[in-house]
């Protein structure tokens, strides 16, 4: 049974930071690519970021680039988004993701097994 678990949200003031975990468990998650996704009330979920099992490679949206940061400890077998500069638009419940092998990491429906999620609200 794999489980992912995401902690770290909660409220914070616009221009403040949070830093995301996500810890795995069930399964070995070797040379797997991990990614962050959020959704805001009324809307779909969308892409925040992944990461390879390296971690040399890393993608961002546009909206949060030069603001969050992904990381990963695979000997924790955890991820990590580090979120500065927030803004009330990232305001949403976050969640990490295992993607599947295949297709764009930018896609919802290549990913296999998602956490719960960890709400994030931003005060303006």
């Known amino acids: 049974q794999v489980q992912l678990v995401e902690s770290g949200g909660g409220l914070v003031q616009a221009g403040g930071s949070l830093r995301l975990s996500c810890a795995a468990s069930?399964?070995?998650?070797?040379?797997?690519?991990m990614g962050w996704f959020r959704q805001a009330p009324g809307k779909e979920r969308e892409f925040v970021a992944a990461?390879?099992?390296?971690?040399?490679?890393?993608y961002y949206a546009d909206s949060v680039k030069e603001r969050f940061t992904i990381s990963r400890d695979n000997g924790k077998n955890t991820v990590y988004l580090q979120m500065n500069s927030l803004k009330p638009e990232d305001t949403a419940v976050y969640y990490c993701?295992?993607?599947?092998?295949?297709?764009?990491?930018?896609?919802?429906?290549?990913?296999?097994?998602w956490g719960q999620g960890t709400q994030v609200t931003v005060s303006s």
């Open positions: 990461i390879t099992w390296s971690g040399n490679s890393r």
């Open positions: 993701a295992v993607h599947s092998g295949g297709g764009s990491y930018y896609y919802t429906r290549n990913y296999v097994y």
């Open positions: 069930g399964r070995t998650f070797s040379n797997t690519v």
